[in-house]
């Protein structure tokens, strides 16, 4: 078979157009690949009737319901830690225990003068009243009679606080064993054996009881709609997707250094791997009556502004399932309150106004919707 220079020609014609048709399809395909990641966004769905209602999220921290910190009423050297961190005590065990051999040897020098004591007391009686039988007789004058009581009288008072000193060497002896008096456990233990210690100086922590509570810090401007028994819904870092409830138990009357107000809610069905110091966020619903039920409010920074005005992205559902797309809508915007900023017009009762990724958005544009 022969190849004229035609056929070659022919052939080589048909190579390029196939070439060519194969990067075209690779230059369409990309735009499509690229689409086909689409970008989710966070909204918020306007409702009517609920505009003037708003979550305020709040941070709190986890304490037991019962926290006592234990400490010693004397002073003394640690002679032993009973517990660790995280064992649970009952009542009457030991937590830990001082060098004791200070206190006996005070507690046997007490009983040593109290002993003394009451020979003297004893001896100061028996003369008073023999003193006494012979004033009787006329054998003893007023005065040795009245130092004769005198001195009973002396030594009996010196004999009750003798008695007295060995009833708080006995205490103080007791005192350097540190117990609990009630079912704990042992959140935080700061002393270790052989180191002094005063009286008075937190060294153990525990938590008691079974119930737990959340402390938030509250701004004074909002610390005026708290009521006692308000319900709040909690959530753990350490526990994603599980919410529990919580009862508003104590609002603070008094601010602290960042002018923040302590309100403390009651936990409702913990789990068991609740701990103390749980980093926490409380979220309350908070109703504006003053507030237009027609209106809706939006955090500031959702709302965009430019030369053409004030505006917000909203979304708009598409033929495909779990896809939407943008739409800019002018909005007109009124006063900001504690609940946002307040959208007098533009937006419609169930739009879904994106609050999240709008600095990115154009109108338009198609993302993810979830």
């Keep these: 078979m022969n190849i004229t220079d035609s056929d070659i020609t022919s052939l080589l014609r048909l190579m390029f157009v196939g070439l060519c048709f194969t990067l075209l399809v690779g230059c369409s395909e990309e735009p499509n690949q690229k689409e086909t990641k689409l970008r989710p966004v966070k909204y918020v769905t306007m409702h009517s009737g609920t505009a003037a209602i708003r979550d305020r ?3 709190g921290i986890t304490h ?3 926290e006592a ?7 003394g050297t640690v002679n032993q830690v009973a517990v660790v961190v995280g064992d649970r005590v009952h009542s009457g065990d030991l937590i830990a225990e001082l060098d004791s051999e200070t206190y006996r040897v005070e507690l046997e020098q007490a009983r040593a003068s109290l002993a003394k004591a009451d020979a003297t007391r004893r001896n100061a009686e028996a003369e008073y009243q023999r003193v006494r039988q012979l004033y009787t007789n006329d054998n003893a004058s007023q005065n040795e009679l009245d130092s004769a009581l005198a001195n009973a009288e002396s030594a009996k008072a010196a004999y009750n606080a003798d008695a007295q000193n060995v009833r708080l060497a006995k205490l103080n002896l007791q005192y350097t064993r540190l117990t609990v008096d009630t079912d704990c456990s042992v959140a935080d233990i700061s002393i270790e054996p052989n180191e002094n210690v005063t009286a ?3 060294v153990v922590q525990v938590n008691c009881g079974e119930g737990w509570e959340v402390k938030i810090a509250v701004p004074e401007s909002l610390i005026g ?3 006692t028994g308000s319900h709040g819904s909690v959530q753990f870092a350490a526990l994603r997707g599980e919410t529990f409830s919580g009862v508003v138990t104590e609002i603070g009357t008094a601010a602290d250094s960042s002018t923040t107000f302590p309100v403390t809610l009651s936990l409702n069905n913990t789990p068991s791997i609740i701990r103390s110091g749980l980093a926490a966020e409380v979220t309350f619903q908070f109703t504006n009556q003053n507030a237009s039920s027609n209106r809706f409010y939006l955090t500031p920074a959702v709302v965009g502004q430019d030369e053409s005005g004030t505006f917000v992205y909203v979304m708009e559902a598409s033929d495909s399932p779990g896809i939407a797309i943008l739409r800019r809508r ?5 006063e900001i309150s504690e609940l946002g900023l307040e959208i007098l017009n533009g ?3 169930g739009e879904r106004v994106i609050v ?3 600095k990115s958005a154009r109108d338009g544009l198609v993302v993810r919707d979830e």
């Design 57 to 59: 999220v709040f941070s």
């Design 64 to 66: 037991a319901a019962q």
């Design 69 to 75: 910190d234990l400490s010693f009423k004397v002073s």
């Design 200 to 202: 008075g100086a937190t």
């Design 225 to 227: 709609v708290f009521r």
């Design 330 to 334: 002018s909005v007109e915007v009124g």
């Design 347 to 349: 937006l419609s009762d």
């Design 356 to 358: 999240a990724g709008h």
